[in-house]
């Protein structure tokens, strides 16, 4: 931009993607691409990183010819040559004021671009440094917007904001790096067909997935009724993907083509993969594996979708252990960018490349991941659920609750989320949560207590909120009535009587114990390193991206003072909140939560 002219070819993307960073553009960036482009546009690029292609570029003046390929340095040159010899216009873009506007017109711009802001990033701080940067420009010239542009980016790229992100930037390119996977001789073989087996929610979001990335499908189900069912939620996934411009009509159709339903195996003979996206019973899962060992052929990968059933119980029947993988979709499986890939000790390398290669086909991040209860993911965050409720049960607002966790930056509050997953999901895990982690677990029946009272959450427009088609979600101040039965059954509330807390007291009594239990999966050689948890987090369960991920925020924390709260409370309110013996050791020692221990690290281990 700051050259006299620009020549692209027509397909190449152009954008200021720095704020993704935590910082602003440099070099000028800030100011010349609003003096090519137009003031509105280019706060829209910058604050949105968005790229637009140079055909797009030329019609709003960001490139002044567009070539083929072939062409670009010829042309180049003799544009070069014609400006210098003063047959086109010698133009320097910090100079032009022509497509700013008045100054009034300018702020007003800027003014609801603030406001804007504010609203859909108001914890990241070089948005609003941004356009503070852009006004000063446009008040007092080029000049002085590059002077005040170079002060505030070095203040930005050693502020906490920046640190983070840029650890989730080098963190996401790591996943993939798998010690004796990825780093030897072995090559990802292709694969071309899958089965998926279940074509509900889960089944469906998987298909649609591998379809719109030129994966053939053979979708599996047990009657014609369910097959029908699942190819029409394949239907609508892929029309819900058209409207919102990620896939063209053409598309659509070619992913489509590439379905085939079935009511039996006789389609599974020739497939690369199976991906089995059934309820969690594991009778049905066994007998599933057994039967597809048996008809597929001996290269095909055998995964689950599980969410919580040990992969050594799911493949018991089967003495092909080295195929067996959990590939651990989140719901919606055709948008959640995650993909936890769970290995047991006897998966096979390759079988873990191969579902590796997968997961970038698809576009997905995969996270590769030990065997253990809830893996990586929904076992770190199961007391995120369980503290919102501690914390009912000792007098809190469900609505205060999920405010603070909203202005924390998660998506939404826990309630809210409670509601939206569905209250089938908490009661299916119970026993089996219960069953791994003993007393840390609390016997909650909360969402007992709301089923009882015919509570579905969003599923039946009634929950801890009220969800009306096209409205947002509203607090159901009925609800309270479920809340005082909890409560007056908990009886954890001191002389019954509500406990004071403040809001970062609720903050900390939800999230310290879920930084509690990465610690023991950290400790567990569950995940590769920390960074590969800080991920999961992100893309799995909405953690703020800008604090860097549950690990890396937690050592922003610091242990010593996350311990010393758990063990505080652990006194006051019994075991779920003890502290364990990782965060123990890293608090007294000084090491960062994210340090790799001093013990070499071995694969991730089979555990329940």
């Not at 502020?159 to 030897?184: E, Y």
């Not at 076992?379 to 924390?408: C, E, H």
Request: charged share 25%.
């Amino acid at each position: 931009m700051g050259c006299h002219a620009r020549i692209s070819t027509p397909e190449a993307q152009l954008g200021l993607p720095e704020l993704t960073l935590g910082i602003i553009p440099g070099f000028g960036g800030t100011q010349r691409l609003p003096r090519l482009v137009g003031l509105p546009k280019a706060i829209e690029m910058m604050l949105q990183s968005r790229f637009i292609t140079a055909k797009e570029g030329k019609e709003r003046g960001l490139i002044d010819a567009l070539c083929t390929p072939d062409e670009l340095i010829k042309m180049s040159r003799l544009w070069a040559l014609e400006i210098a010899n003063c047959q086109k216009p010698w133009i320097r873009s910090l100079g032009r004021t022509d497509k700013l506007g008045s100054l009034s017109e300018a702020r007003a711009v800027l003014s609801a671009a603030r406001q804007q802001a504010k609203k859909v990033a108001p914890n990241m701080p070089q948005h609003q440094a941004c356009l503070d940067v852009i006004e000063e420009g446009v008040s007092y010239g080029g000049h002085a917007g590059v002077l005040k542009e170079a002060k505030v980016f070095k203040e930005l790229v050693v502020a906490p904001t920046s640190r983070a992100l840029v650890h989730v930037f080098f963190a996401q390119r790591s996943t993939t790096k798998v010690p004796g996977v990825t780093d030897g001789q072995l090559k990802p073989r292709q694969i071309r067909k899958v089965a998926v087996i279940g074509g509900g929610l889960m089944g469906s979001g998987i298909a649609t997935a591998l379809l719109v990335s030129n994966i053939s499908v053979v979708l599996k189900e047990v009657n014609p009724q369910f097959l029908q069912r699942g190819e029409k939620m394949i239907a609508g996934n892929l029309e819900g993907l058209v409207k919102r411009g990620s896939l063209t009509k053409d598309k659509m159709n070619k992913a489509m083509s590439l379905l085939k339903g079935a009511l039996d195996y006789s389609d599974f003979k020739d497939v690369d993969m199976v991906i089995e996206a059934v309820i969690e019973k594991i009778p049905l899962k066994q007998s599933i594996f057994a039967d597809i060992e048996r008809i597929c052929p001996k290269h095909c990968i055998l995964a689950t979708n599980t969410s919580t059933i040990d992969l050594n119980v799911v493949g018991e029947k089967t003495n092909s252990q080295d195929r067996i993988i959990g590939a651990h979709f989140f719901s919606p499986a055709h948008i959640m960018p995650l993909l936890e890939i769970v290995r047991t000790e006897k998966t096979s390398p390759q079988a873990i490349l191969d579902l590796i290669t997968v997961g970038k086909i698809i576009k997905k991040v995969p996270v590769v991941v030990g065997n253990c209860t809830g893996f990586a993911v929904n076992r770190t965050f199961f007391p995120y659920t369980l503290g919102s409720q501690v914390l009912v049960s000792l007098g809190i607002d469900v609505f205060r609750i999920d405010r603070v966790i909203s202005n924390f930056g998660m998506p939404m509050g826990p309630f809210q989320l409670q509601d939206v997953a569905g209250y089938g999901v908490a009661l299916a895990v119970k026993d089996i949560y219960a069953a791994a982690f003993g007393e840390r677990y609390l016997d909650s029946d909360l969402v007992d207590l709301m089923v009882k009272d015919g509570r579905q959450g969003k599923m039946n427009g009634k929950g801890y909120y009220i969800y009306e088609k096209g409205g947002k979600p509203k607090p159901d101040p009925s609800v309270q009535r479920v809340i005082e039965e909890y409560r007056k059954g908990a009886k954890t509330m001191p002389g019954r009587k509500p406990v004071t807390l403040t809001d970062q007291d609720i903050l900390e009594m939800i999230f310290f114990p879920v930084v509690n239990e990465a610690c023991r999966v950290m400790d567990e050689n569950v995940v590769i390193r920390a960074s590969d948890l800080d991920i999961a987090s992100v893309l799995g369960m909405g953690f703020p991206k800008y604090r860097g991920g549950l690990v890396f925020w937690a050592d922003t924390v610091g242990a010593p003072y996350i311990y010393s709260k758990l063990s505080k409370w652990a006194e006051l309110y019994g075991p779920y909140f003890k502290p364990s013996s990782y965060l123990e050791q890293r608090a007294k020692s000084g090491v960062p939560l994210s340090a790799p221990s001093a013990s070499p690290q071995g694969s991730a281990r089979s555990r329940m």
